[in-house]
């Protein structure tokens, strides 16, 4: 097996410290240990449920925080989903969500490579229950909307750093 340094699966040029057969380790051994619903919020505007405009729908999809804890050799990653429709230029549905994934991993893998599995297979591993619930809250407010894409599909919004008052 090749020790070749890899990349990140994020969209990255910068090489990480583990290499592609560290990486393959944490994949294969890794366990799912949780997954849950943070937070959910949707907000509807009288403008959703006109017939008579089609609205224009985004969808986003964000890492909000990715950490390893050395005594348990878990890691763990928020994302945050969205889709939001405009009618015009004014906001008609927002509904959003952070989802927290957590993976056991086995004694000895690399706590980058856990890392970097982390951020990659969690996102892919939230997203079915994001679009389960906005389908559901959608349905059941009666808002038309279509099923949501696959996550290929999604822009990947990195995070900002928040700007320092002055």
Not at 54 to 68: I, V
Not at 77 to 87: D, E, G, H, L
Not at 134 to 163: F, N, Q, R, T, Y
Request: charged fraction near 25%.
């Amino acid at each position: 097996m090749s020790k070749a340094i890899t990349r990140a699966p994020e969209a990255s040029d910068a090489p990480l410290d583990f290499s592609s057969d560290e990486y393959n380790h944490v994949a294969r051994t890794a366990r799912m240990s949780g997954l849950r619903l943070l937070k959910f919020a949707m907000d509807a505007q009288p403008e959703i449920y006109s017939r008579d405009v089609k609205p224009k729908l985004s969808y986003g999809r964000e890492l909000l925080s990715c950490s390893y804890d050395e005594e348990s050799r878990a890691v763990a990653a928020i994302f945050r989903y969205s889709v939001s429709a405009k009618t015009g230029r004014s906001k008609a549905f927002l509904c959003q969500a952070d989802y927290a994934v957590v993976y056991d991993m086995e004694e000895g893998a690399k706590r980058e490579a856990g890392l970097a599995f982390c951020k990659h297979v969690g996102a892919f591993a939230c997203y079915p229950y994001f679009r389960a619930a906005v389908s559901h809250m959608a349905w059941g407010s009666g808002i038309d909307l279509p099923p949501l894409p696959a996550i290929a599909a999604m822009p990947v919004v990195p995070k900002k750093p928040k700007e320092e008052k002055a």
